[in-house]
């Protein structure tokens, strides 16, 4: 399993189980989430005029260097997305549309909606996330970490 996973990117080893689910929802289900972006990127170069084969490609491409870049300069990704746009270009034009879309939100939501059943399928409470948690907050930037080990 550890040599099938490696594939797929480094391995990151999480000492504290509560981590576990939280990885799930990005790492796990997350290659999910990148083919559903490509899917779109590469319909939307289609519907545009380009072949599937060059959509495709552009977009595999446009990807690969984006999070080639990003690993490399270790820069905050929205410093990244800011380099990249010009003031009243096309790529703020794109931004703006997706930011009127929730495109931030919506992604958030997924990645929590992920947790909560990763939770669940534990046994363990999913009441958890943003407008979920009940009770006082932890102290700890993790506060779903306090509720499964009974602090709540």
Avoid at 17 to 45: H, K, R
Avoid at 79 to 90: E, Q
């Amino acid at each position: 399993c550890q040599s099938a996973l490696g594939a797929l990117g480094k391995e990151i080893y999480v000492d504290d189980e509560a981590f576990v689910d939280m990885s799930t929802s990005i790492s796990g289900s997350g290659p999910a989430y990148v083919f559903m972006l490509i899917e779109a990127m590469v319909d939307a170069g289609v519907q545009e005029g380009f072949p599937r084969d060059v959509s495709t490609e552009l977009v595999h491409q446009t990807i690969l260097g984006s999070v080639k870049y990003a690993m490399h300069t270790g820069e905050h990704p929205a410093v990244l997305k800011n380099s990249v746009t010009s003031p009243a270009g096309t790529t703020a034009s794109a931004i703006y549309e997706l930011e009127r879309g929730n495109f931030r939100t919506v992604v958030q939501d997924a990645i929590w909606a992920c947790y909560r059943r990763s939770l669940e399928m534990g046994g363990l409470d999913s009441n958890v996330g943003p407008g979920r948690s009940s009770g006082p907050k932890p102290s700890h930037e993790f506060p779903d970490v306090d509720v499964m080990r009974g602090k709540k």
